[in-house]
């Protein structure tokens, strides 16, 4: 039995797994080609929030990166310490403003004036001085999907350079903001060194007239965005990487904070799911299987893909089919047109790269629960979430009815 057949027996289908060592290792090689200049890896825990992964990042040495309150307290419960936390998104509440302050994170990444003004008034309140950093907006087209692109105009994303200097002005002369950062995160599954090159560049410019102008900026943010190989793509060359932000910061005397999501976890996770029928209706061939889109939402949102493998089958023939899910929906697929052999009920798919973006966008969509995860380290597996049952999808609504 492979070892995917023994975790799929013993937890069920499907299944999320994620490979602990495989986080470390990707974690030290980031941390190696930073390790010229002081720096600070944030995990963007909107790709994996499972405490389990979150406490192994605070092991690791991470901060995290945050979009909301939630995100926050959960890094906070998973032992992340809270000088190493940021609060980034563009559309924070008072509440969570409040609370954030309240609980003296790192910073808040800010991505309007009007924000800003909103933080402000929060922190007077409260009588705290805000750690602020400006998301900036390169206008650096990082060539990804356009649905994951943020570094642009046409973006909802950060402000042009001229609001940020304004933005750094008054948060100069506030009594309750104290600007530390600077900031820019330009997209997700960038594949190429040279959109990080120029965003970095612009951005070191912008500071060079920040500190003439006495402000003192101590974090420089490059975001994250790093790609990863699901298909045949290049990905980036780590070293590369990290050059062209040392060459562009030259001499400048700063902490480098990097906020890498889908780098540090997709490669570590598999998602496992079981052959529940084949169909053919004369002109296709359908592998149904029993996980479906509300657990990998991936391949129906960004038609993204992620490459699967038939458990126990190598060296069988192989034919052209469609990997569907049970949800009443058309976008309901993993894959379309890819060659895997004649499948059984029961038989094993593994899914792969699945360990970002994956249990974080699940939804209980058809009142499907949603599924267990499971860590693998040094060789042994534990639950780090259990199943959910029928019971816990409606026990919100039964509460109330
Ligand atoms: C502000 C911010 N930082 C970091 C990330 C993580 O991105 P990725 O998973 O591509 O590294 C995101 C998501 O795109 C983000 O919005
Ligand atoms: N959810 C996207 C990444 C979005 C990054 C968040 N800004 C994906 O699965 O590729």
Do not use: W
Not at 96 to 103: D, G, S
């Amino acid at each position: 039995m492979t070892k995917f057949s023994a975790l799929a027996q013993k937890y069920g289908t499907p299944l999320y797994v994620y490979n602990f060592d495989t986080i470390t290792q990707k974690f030290s090689a980031l941390k190696e080609v930073f390790k010229a200049r002081k720096s600070l890896i944030c995990f963007a825990v909107k790709a994996n929030s499972n405490l389990s992964v979150l406490h192994h990042m605070a092991h690791l040495g991470a901060g995290c990166d945050c979009v909301s309150i939630g995100e926050v307290k959960r890094a906070l419960f998973a032992g992340i310490p809270k000088y190493k936390i940021i609060f980034s998104g563009v559309g924070k509440r008072d509440d969570e403003i409040e609370e954030a302050l309240r609980n003296d994170i790192l910073m808040l990444n800010l991505e309007s004036e009007e924000e800003m003004k909103r933080v402000e008034i929060i922190a007077e309140k409260l009588g705290v001085v805000a750690r602020i950093s400006i998301r900036v907006n390169p206008n650096i087209d990082p060539k990804t999907h356009p649905y994951i692109s943020t570094g642009l105009h046409e973006n909802k994303f950060g402000v042009d350079i001229e609001s940020a200097k304004r933005m750094y002005i008054h948060a100069k002369n506030s009594l309750s903001l104290d600007p530390v950062g600077i900031h820019f995160h330009i997209g997700s599954q960038i594949t190429e060194v040279n959109p990080f090159k120029e965003a970095a560049e612009v951005l070191a410019n912008l500071l060079r007239n920040l500190k003439a102008l006495k402000i003192d900026i101590k974090f420089f943010d490059v975001g994250g965005g790093i790609g990863i190989q699901y298909k045949e793509e290049e990905t980036i060359a780590l070293y590369e990487y990290a050059q062209s932000i040392f060459s562009a910061l030259g001499g400048l005397d700063v902490t480098l904070v990097c906020e890498p999501g889908r780098y540090l976890v997709g490669d570590c996770g598999y998602f496992l799911t079981k052959v529940l029928y084949e169909k053919h209706n004369g002109f296709k061939r359908f592998v149904i299987v029993d996980g479906a889109m509300n657990d990998l939402i991936r391949p129906s949102l960004y038609q993204a893909y992620h490459a699967i493998e038939a458990e126990g089958k190598e060296g069988a023939e192989k034919s052209v089919c469609d990997v569907v899910g049970p949800v009443c929906e058309s976008g309901d697929f993993f894959a379309k047109n890819i060659e895997l052999p004649a499948l059984e009920h029961d038989d094993l798919l593994v899914v792969k790269s699945a360990g970002a973006y994956g249990f974080t966008m699940s939804s209980n969509y058809n009142t499907r629960s949603r599924v267990a995860e499971v860590a693998l380290q040094n060789g042994e597996d534990r639950l780090i979430r259990r199943r959910e049952t029928f019971e816990d999808v409606i026990a919100l609504e039964k509460a109330c009815l």
